[in-house]
């Protein structure tokens, strides 16, 4: 489950890309990093709590970031 929904969320990435949000954007490129390292540490069996950490960090300075 955790794996489709990581991979979705790359999905969303790109697509709201693809769609002209983010072009100058570091922080799209800092997510799609960050849901990387989450996914192999899955996939890997290893600890993923820290990565999880950084990943929810990380949306919550973006949405902070872009809602106002």
């Given at each position: ?47 993923s ?20």
């Open positions: 489950l955790a794996m489709a929904m990581l991979a979705d969320a790359q999905y969303q990435l790109s697509r709201a890309e693809a769609l002209g949000y983010g072009e100058r954007d570091r922080e799209f490129a800092a997510l799609d990093e960050a849901i990387e390292e989450l996914s192999d540490r899955i996939e890997d069996e290893e600890e709590g820290s990565a999880f950490d950084a990943l929810r960090e990380r949306l919550a300075r973006f949405k902070s970031r872009v809602s106002g």
